[in-house]
């Protein structure tokens, strides 16, 4: 739901509830009546805008333990890997199951996420979050990708949300198809550069497609005034995109 002020609330609906805002409350009931894109009233008076939530919404809004992969950086990774329904895709660093959800989204039903994490509690908050908003297409996995025993030329992407990826990516780079994408998520540059400095170093075949940030300025109009948002947001990570290239180990990478 969305108040007048334009802050969002993910409630989910059950039998008898009430929600609670702090200009008064409102049943389940009457929001089911009003439906997505209704109205409805606390017994104040205000009004709350009913709305299903959308992806972004959601993973912005659900309960989490790790900090979620920004949704305006989730789309830019999924369009890096070049997703589509049916393919396999490979990622580590579940986290609450941000990202997972957008590339479940982008493999489709007929498609399958593998996601490895190695936090316990972090992996069962991702289970809940991805069953709570209904994809059936994930497979997890507790443990270090890094030691996990893949299928060679299995995925059609890989995403990476960890601390050291070039710690892993040799071992990860036989379960990607050829000429297809790693796409890691990284906070800073020094990362980055020990990213591009291992693959380098190890004659890794992939070759180094892009370093992106990703920037997002949203502007509040209120005719006949229009200016930026006072809350605006900043970095959040560089997306880094290796393409792997179809050559025996041991030439010389591009």
């Excluded at 739901?1 to 409630?11: F, N, T, V």
């Excluded at 089911?32 to 809004?61: K, N």
């Excluded at 890096?80 to 329904?85: H, K, T, W």
């Excluded at 796409?183 to 380098?200: D, G, S």
Aim: net charge positive.
């Amino acid at each position: 739901m969305r108040d007048a002020k334009g802050r969002r609330y993910l409630i989910r609906l059950q039998e008898g509830g009430r929600f609670f805002h702090h200009k008064g409350a409102v049943d389940h009931q009457a929001i089911v009546a009003a439906g997505p894109g209704g109205i409805v009233h606390t017994h104040q008076g205000e009004p709350l805008w009913v709305h299903r939530p959308t992806l972004e919404e959601y993973v912005l809004l659900m309960k989490r333990g790790a900090t979620v992969t920004y949704p305006k950086d989730a789309a830019a990774l999924v369009m890096m890997l070049d997703l589509g329904p049916g393919m396999r895709v490979l990622e580590a660093g579940t986290g609450s199951g941000g990202l997972t959800l957008f590339l479940a989204r982008a493999v489709g039903q007929a498609g399958e996420v593998w996601t490895f994490e190695t936090r316990p509690a972090f992996k069962e908050r991702a289970e809940r979050n991805v069953a709570a908003w209904g994809a059936s297409n994930v497979r997890f996995f507790l443990g270090d990708v890094g030691e996990a025993e893949l299928p060679e030329g299995a995925f059609d992407g890989i995403a990476l949300d960890l601390m050291e990826p070039w710690k892993v990516i040799a071992h990860l780079a036989p379960a990607l198809k050829p000429d297809r994408s790693a796409v890691l998520y990284l906070p800073n540059i020094t990362q980055v550069v020990e990213l591009v400095r291992a693959v380098r170093e190890k004659a890794l075949p992939f070759l180094l497609q892009r370093v992106i940030e990703v920037g997002h300025r949203e502007w509040d109009v209120r005719p006949p005034v229009a200016h930026p948002a006072f809350r605006q947001i900043g970095h959040t990570a560089f997306l880094v995109q290796l393409r792997k290239l179809a050559r025996e180990a041991g030439q010389e990478a591009v």
